[in-house]
């Protein structure tokens, strides 16, 4: 069974997964090509390879199954980061949706 900083590497993995969604959308508003451009996608690729290397550490430590649960939160992530970056609205449905994700992982986390 993991320990609680397996789980807060995995959540913390998730989270640095979102931000390459936040760099692929800063990106997006500058025109196509420009460094502008090249230097936020080449950092959402940077963000990328760090995803990777913390998934693989953390998949040694914790059955694959499990850890995979949590890729839900990743939604709530970027819901989070995309409101504080773009000023993005959280609606209600948005706020139910997380509120469903966190209850699916924690139903499925108690069995």
Known sequence: ????????GLVGAFLVYSF???FTRWAAQFPFLS???LWRLGCAVGVLGVYAILWQ??????RLSDAYMF????IIFVL????LFFAEAISLNNAIGAAVIISGIALNAKS
């Open 57 to 62: 550490q953390i998949i040694k430590r914790m």
């Open 35 to 37: 460094w502008g451009y």
């Open 20 to 22: 390459s969604s936040v």
């Open 71 to 74: 890729k839900g939160t990743t």
């Open 80 to 83: 989070l980061l995309s409101h």
């Open 1 to 8: 069974m993991a320990g609680v900083r397996t789980y807060l």
